[in-house]
């Protein structure tokens, strides 16, 4: 039974930084994809940033040069680093992992089957 848990995010200033975790247990297989998604308010999930077991990574444009996805595979836990954030993050955050076969489509939300419950960030 595979289980994620968010934590970080809160409340934080325009121009600050905080960091997401996300612990994974019960994760068996060695080829995955795993992620940051958002869904703000009144709007559709979308991919934040992706990280791949073989270390690729991909940022949603919005992002760029501001987040860091990065995992401790010893640990199976996936973080987000946050930096420069701005009102328009302000979202619910959730992690999610696809195991990686032939034909997976990383940047598709709906083939992701591994959920967390999420984490608020909020910028003020």
């Known amino acids: 039974h595979v289980q994620l848990v968010e934590s970080g995010g809160g409340s934080v200033q325009a121009g600050g930084s905080t960091r997401l975790s996300c612990a994974i247990s019960?994760?068996?297989?060695?080829?995955?994809?795993m992620g940051w998604f958002r869904q703000a308010p009144g709007k559709e999930r979308e991919v934040v940033a992706l990280?791949?077991?073989?270390?690729?990574?991909n940022y949603a444009d919005s992002v760029k040069g501001r987040f860091t996805i990065s995992k401790d595979n010893a640990k199976i836990t996936l973080y987000l680093q946050m930096n420069d954030l701005k009102f328009e993050d302000t979202a619910m955050y959730y992690c999610?992992?696809?195991?990686?076969?032939?034909?997976?489509?990383?940047?598709?939300?709906?083939?992701?089957?591994?959920w967390g419950q999420g984490t608020q960030v909020t910028v003020s």
């Open positions: 990280v791949g077991s073989d270390g690729r990574t």
């Open positions: 999610a992992v696809q195991r990686l076969h032939p034909g997976v489509r990383w940047k598709v939300i709906g083939d992701y089957p591994h």
């Open positions: 019960g994760w068996t297989y060695s080829s995955y994809c």
